[in-house]
C-alpha cells in the first residue's frame, strides 16, 4: 500500500519554505513606528503565522514518526507457541459461542396503501 506521508512532508516543508519569510517580513513592520490601527494587523497576523508554523512543525513531527513506525504496514508478530496456542484455542471458543447468535429477520408486516382519509378542519 502506498503511503501519503512522503507527498504530505514535502507539502509541509514546502509551506514552511514560503511562510517562514513572510513572518520574518511581519517582524520588520513590527520594529517600524506605525499607526496602532495597522500595528494591532501585524501582530494580529504575526500570531496567525507563528500558529501556522507551530502546527505546520507538530505535523511534520508526527508524520515523520508516522514513517519511522512503518507507516502504513503492521508487520506480522512473532509470538511464543504457548502464546499463539491460547490465543488458537479462544478463536475456538468465540467461534462456538458466536454460534448460538443469529440476526432477527423481519417479519412480514402485510401494509397496504388505504387511501389517506380526508382531514377534518377544526371549527
Do not use: W
Amino acid at each position: 500500500m502506498a503511503s501519503a506521508v512522503g507527498p504530505a512532508l514535502a507539502e509541509i516543508d514546502d509551506l514552511i519554505v514560503q511562510i517562514t519569510p513572510q513572518l520574518e517580513g511581519l517582524y520588520d513592520y513590527r520594529r517600524l513606528n506605525l499607526e496602532q490601527e495597522a500595528m494591532a494587523e501585524i501582530v494580529a497576523a504575526i500570531t496567525l503565522y507563528e500558529a501556522r508554523l507551530d502546527h505546520l512543525h507538530m505535523a511534520k513531527a508526527s508524520l515523520e514518526t508516522l514513517e519511522k513506525d512503518g507507516h502504513p504496514d503492521f508487520p506480522v508478530r512473532e509470538i511464543s507457541q504457548a502464546a499463539l496456542a491460547d490465543l488458537q484455542a479462544n478463536k475456538s471458543t468465540i467461534a462456538a459461542a458466536l454460534g448460538r447468535f443469529t440476526g432477527i429477520v423481519a417479519q412480514n408486516l402485510n401494509l397496504s396503501g388505504k387511501e389517506k382519509e380526508p382531514k377534518h378542519s377544526p371549527v
